[in-house]
């Protein structure tokens, strides 16, 4: 009943900025915490930047600087600024966020995934 759709990936060449977003559709009571993830082919899924419902932000050493994670809670949206980007930011990237949904008059959260975009930068 809820999804998560990611877009804005591409093709930027180094130095570019591209912006991701990661909208959400459904019984949606509320939005809380909201990660991106990043997998770049043979490693782990990391994250690199994270949001609370409140609006403090966290972000990976790697990308500290270079990225903006921001809401929207009016569009049920997460944005991903991503700017001065490298070749090593070449990667899916992914959102996940804790949900409350409501479905008939029972409240539940869960945590759900999209199914990313790529962003790849040439080296």
């Known amino acids: 009943q809820v999804q998560l759709v990611e877009s804005g990936g591409g093709l930027v060449q180094p130095g570019g900025s591209l912006r991701l977003s990661c909208a959400a559709s459904?019984?949606?009571?509320?939005?809380?915490?909201v990660g991106w993830y990043r997998q770049a082919p043979g490693n782990q899924r990391e994250l690199v930047a994270a949001?609370?419902?409140?609006?403090?932000?966290n972000y990976a050493d790697s990308v500290k600087g270079r990225f903006t994670i921001s809401r929207d809670n009016a569009k049920n949206t997460v944005y991903l600024q991503m700017n001065s980007l490298k070749a090593e930011d070449t990667a899916v990237y992914y959102c996940?966020?804790?949900?409350?949904?409501?479905?008939?008059?029972?409240?539940?959260?869960?945590?759900?995934w999209g199914r990313g975009t790529q962003v790849t930068v040439p080296s």
């Open positions: 949001i609370t419902s409140g609006g403090s932000t």
């Open positions: 996940n966020a804790d949900i409350t949904h409501q479905t008939g008059w029972a409240f539940s959260s869960n945590t759900y």
């Open positions: 459904g019984s949606i009571v509320s939005i809380n915490a």
